[in-house]
């Protein structure tokens, strides 16, 4: 009697052992939690609920999903899917500061950054013209509406734009082919020098004085 009553207790260990590993292995990681943009499109987004609910938006459409993470695994079930696609998804993710990174472990081809947006303002300190040090003819334009433009002589680029905290924002309205649509930098002012560092491309760092 006593064997079995050790044996019983032994069996109900394993299970509660075996509940809670379950558990922690089904978890929705706080620091997802949130809007993610794709860096090549803005109208190309994540949202993560802390409940475990979220969805994603594109251009064709619109998915709903539930998600959880088991260590930087994450794992998205979506609602429906249209016949062929898959259903349930599994990515790899990194998060470093406002960059999130998914890889899937699906398809290694798949391998996409998206940044953490903010609340936006725009800082009116950066409102006007801003001459590039080395060739003033290259040049920024911020307006107070949040619009903008970029000229460099052989061109010109439009775009919106925001700020949180130091980060400047600059979501171009039609980037070159390959290129970054959504910018991000990082912006200090020193009297009439604004200096922008790309939190994308490392050594990406430019003075401009005011105009």
């Not at 936006?120 to 590039?132: A, E, F, K």
């Amino acid at each position: 009697m006593k064997k079995i009553v050790t044996l019983l207790m032994l069996v109900l260990l394993i299970a509660g052992a075996m509940a809670l590993t379950a558990c922690s292995a089904d978890e929705h990681y706080e620091g997802m939690v949130g809007t993610w943009s794709w860096d090549q499109f803005s109208d190309i987004y994540y949202v993560f609920n802390a409940d475990g609910t979220g969805y994603r938006d594109f251009a064709a459409g619109h998915d709903s999903f539930s998600w959880s993470t088991s260590g930087t695994r994450l794992n998205i079930n979506r609602n429906s899917a249209p016949s062929g696609e898959r259903r349930n998804e599994r990515w790899t993710f990194t998060i470093t500061g406002d960059t999130l990174n998914l890889a899937s472990q699906d398809e290694t081809h798949r391998v996409y950054n998206y940044y953490r947006l903010l609340p936006g303002v725009q800082d009116s300190v950066l409102v006007g013209r801003w001459n590039w040090d080395e060739l003033d003819i290259i040049y920024y334009m911020f307006n107070a509406d949040a619009t903008g433009y970029r000229d460099f002589g052989a061109g010109r680029d439009s775009f919106t734009w925001s700020t949180s905290g130091t980060r400047l924002n600059v979501s171009l309205d039609n980037p070159l082919p390959g290129g970054i649509r959504n910018e991000r930098w990082t912006y200090t002012l020193s009297g009439d020098i604004l200096t922008l560092a790309s939190q994308q491309e490392a050594g990406m760092v430019f003075n401009y004085i005011r105009d």
